[in-house]
């Protein structure tokens, strides 16, 4: 192939995957969940505070939410695990996006005979906000003021994609 047919195929592409996006339906207003229906999510979430890892969300029928992470990597005998809750209060929420305050707990082990980790206790309080990316799959960042049992506070981000279905 020589440069311009290279060129062109790439522009082929980019302007498909944009015209294909923009085709995407948007569900019905009706069919969005509300504040008096149960939404379950499952996805990936990264943070320091509570875990890395698989993760479960459950949108109660109020503002409420709650969230459980974990994670587990076995190299040699090393092993390695989290296990992390968090509790979510909306502030305010939309169909596509919401904005709450946060708190959690984390526990981490690393090590071989025991665990090696100096601070393996976490507790965080903080807030985050929620964006739809496409409908079903969202974005979730957060900032958490987070208390490590060495005794430091340090505020980190956590990051997390959760797959919903109600």
């Not at 498909?16 to 990936?44: C, H, I, M, T």
């Amino acid at each position: 192939m020589n440069m311009n047919s290279i060129r062109i195929t790439l522009a082929a592409v980019f302007l498909s995957v944009s015209s294909s996006y923009a085709q995407v339906v948007l569900p019905d207003k009706g069919q969005e969940p509300g504040l008096r229906e149960n939404v379950f999510g499952l996805g990936l979430w990264g943070g320091a505070t509570t875990g890395l890892g698989l993760s479960f969300r459950h949108h109660l029928p109020s503002q409420l939410s709650y969230q459980v992470t974990g994670g587990i990597i076995k190299v040699d005998e090393k092993l390695s695990y989290d296990i992390g809750v968090e509790a979510q209060f909306d502030l305010v929420r939309s169909s596509s996006n919401r904005f709450f305050v946060g708190g959690g707990f984390g526990h981490y082990y690393s090590g071989k005979n025991g665990n090696d980790m100096n601070a393996p206790t976490r507790l965080g309080l903080g807030i985050g906000g929620e964006f739809a990316v496409t409908p079903g799959i969202h974005t979730t960042v957060e900032l958490m003021f987070t208390y490590f049992s060495d005794g430091n506070v340090l505020p980190l981000p956590q990051i997390g994609f959760h797959y919903y279905f109600y």
